[in-house]
């Protein structure tokens, strides 16, 4: 029998985490070892239980948002996967959940098996993320050349896929329109691809 991974679960509405630990009991491989309702509890969670192997976390919190936990987490250097399960389909949501560190993200009305999956890949050590915009996984693994794309194209190329234009997408991160230029530039040359047509098409297609 293969090894249980335990999952730290942070949400603070009881009837989602019943349905999470329910979701996640039912695979052979994982496990909910904690539950969190707050940040405090999860700070205080990962301190001391030593059976947690990923944090499972939604982004609104009674006290804070689950971005301060990404953050928190990675200055201290902790190699603990963090998937995002959260009701926030717009792209800040996500582009900042990447640019933090997070390993998966996973927008609540999406198909249960899209979790899992999630799960499992970041698990793995893969990174994956879905949105309810564009039903399949925006991965940053590692181009059709080689190069992995930095945290900001990332984020740029997440805001392109949903129909964002240069302007829009250096509004939302505060960026110059040239320095988003350059961002988008470089992520087609990393991919492979000629313009945001090409990009965009590569992604949806992947729906059917």
């Known amino acids: 029998m293969a090894r249980e991974s335990g999952v730290l679960l942070v949400e603070d509405h009881p009837l989602m985490r019943q349905g999470i630990r329910s979701l996640i009991g039912d695979t052979a491989e994982l496990r909910v070892v904690a539950e969190a309702s707050s940040l405090a509890e999860a700070r205080k969670l990962i301190a001391t239980n030593k059976k947690i192997a990923l944090v499972l976390l939604d982004l609104s919190l009674p006290d804070g948002s689950g971005l301060d936990l990404i953050r928190e987490l990675r200055e201290g250097e902790s190699p603990l996967p963090i998937v995002v399960l959260t009701m926030h389909n717009e792209g800040p949501y996500l582009s900042n959940a990447i640019s933090l ?3 998966g993200y996973v927008v609540k009305d999406m198909a249960p098996e899209r979790l899992i999956q999630t799960i499992r890949a970041a698990l793995a050590g893969e990174k994956c993320f879905f949105t309810s915009k564009v039903d399949q996984p925006l991965s940053s ?10 945290a900001r194209e990332e984020m ?25 230029f350059t961002y988008r530039a470089r992520l087609l040359k990393k991919l492979g691809f ?9 992604y949806v297609k992947r729906q059917f």
């Open 101 to 103: 560190g997070a390993d």
């Open 156 to 180: 740029v190329r997440e805001l392109l896929v949903e129909g964002n234009s240069l302007t829009d997408i250096a509004e939302q991160l505060a960026l110059s329109v040239k320095t988003v």
């Open 141 to 150: 693994s590692p181009s059709l050349k080689g190069e992995a794309l930095s």
């Open 194 to 202: 000629k313009n945001n047509a090409e990009l965009i098409k590569n």
